[in-house]
């Protein structure tokens, strides 16, 4: 696992070789005690609940991040080193 971004108490992160489960780009994201795993492509929630106005940011985290994340997500299911990305600011 390695952590892409932190913000508003929200970690986002992204494992390695992660391509069987939800067969999708994703992320998994924690916030509190709970987690969720959230789609790179349309930023929905595939598994897991997340407070509504968490899950805002989070979405608008991936709109604005979609291409560096299909990036992180190439080298991750590859098992490279996957790069930072910026947190919402």
């Known amino acids: 696992m390695a952590i892409l971004s932190m913000f508003y108490g929200i970690i986002i992160s992204m494992?390695?070789?992660d391509n069987q489960q939800h067969k999708l780009p994703h992320i998994h994201v924690k916030f509190q005690d709970q987690e969720?795993?959230?789609s790179?492509?349309?930023g929905e929630?595939?598994?897991g609940d997340f407070r509504p106005n968490k899950a805002r940011l989070v979405?608008?985290?991936i709109e604005i991040h979609r291409d560096e994340l299909m990036a992180d997500w190439e080298l991750?299911?590859?098992g490279q080193e996957i790069?930072?990305?910026e947190p919402l600011k």
């Open 76 to 78: 991750a299911v590859n």
């Open 36 to 38: 969720a795993v959230f």
């Open 40 to 42: 790179i492509p349309d």
């Open 45 to 47: 929630i595939i598994s």
């Open 59 to 61: 979405q608008a985290w």
């Open 15 to 17: 494992y390695f070789f």
């Open 83 to 85: 790069f930072k990305i």
